[in-house]
Antibody, heavy 120, light 108 residues
Framework: QVQLQQSGPGLVKPSQTLSLTCDIS??????????WDWVRQSPSRGLEWLGT?????????AYATSVKGRITINPDTSKNQFSLQLKSVTPEDTAVYYC??????????WGQGALVTVSS | ETVLTQSPGTLSLSPGETATLSCRAS???????LAWYQQKPGQAPRLLIY???NRATGIPDRFSGSGSGTDFTLTITRLQPEDFAVYYC??????????FGQGTKLEI
């Protein structure tokens, strides 16, 4: 059974960098049949896909247009996890952040979610 | 960028009835790239349907998906009390960018 466990601070100051990590159990971050994604949810923006990393003989990433230029998603094969970094955050980035596994163009396993508040 | 519009915003039904939820895409997409989720308060979304009509593991056959092109439907028959939740559709476009609909709240 695949399980995703998220960790990271719940409060980030404006203009700083939001960092979250997702630990994977029951699968490998290097699985070449799936992707590893970040999704967030807020009352104003609903569910919003942020980006993905996946391995297909080499590592690839893809990012949503709305956060491109501010976002980095990295795999860590030694720890079997992947991470999200979102730079220059504003209060608009306040949301519940989820990590998820992408499979067959959908998301079949999700982390527990983490509320991240951007506030001074 | 493909926009998904769900209707109705809220659907009020009783246990035992059938729910029909709609998801319309702003441009045609292959059925492979359309999924449905259920979300209850305080929980992560749960995958119900992938590829427009394929039930995910462990999903009861009361849930079914259909549609093609720009119009997709999630049907829930014999509504159970635990089915009352918010439902989202999701798509992946040709640029490998994902997006979600705004959701339909199914309430008693």
């Amino acid at each position: 059974q695949v399980q995703l466990q998220q960790s990271g601070p719940g409060l980030v100051k404006p203009s700083q960098t939001l960092s979250l990590t997702c630990d994977i159990s029951g699968d490998s971050v290097s699985n070449n049949a799936v992707g590893w994604d970040w999704v967030r949810q807020s009352p104003s923006r609903g569910l919003e896909w942020l980006g993905t990393t996946y391995y297909r003989s080499k590592w690839y990433t893809a990012y949503a247009t709305s956060v491109k230029g501010r976002i980095t998603i990295n795999p860590d094969t030694s720890k079997n996890q992947f991470s999200l970094q979102l730079k220059s955050v504003t209060p608009e980035d306040t949301a519940v952040y989820y990590c998820a596994r992408g499979f067959r163009w959908s998301f079949d396993y999700w982390g527990q979610g983490a509320l991240v508040t951007v506030s001074s | 960028e493909t926009v998904l519009t769900q209707s109705p915003g809220t659907l009020s039904l009783s246990p035992g009835e059938t729910a029909t939820l709609s998801c319309r895409a702003s441009q045609s997409l292959a059925s492979t790239y359309l999924a449905w989720y259920q979300q209850k308060p305080g929980q992560a979304p749960r995958l119900l349907i992938y590829g427009a009509s394929n039930r995910a593991t462990g999903i009861p056959d009361r849930f079914s998906g259909s549609g093609s092109g720009t119009d997709f439907t999630l049907t829930i028959t014999r509504l159970q009390p635990e089915d009352f939740a918010v439902y989202y559709c999701q798509q992946c476009d040709t640029s490998f960018l994902f997006s979600f609909g705004q959701g339909t709240k199914l309430e008693i």
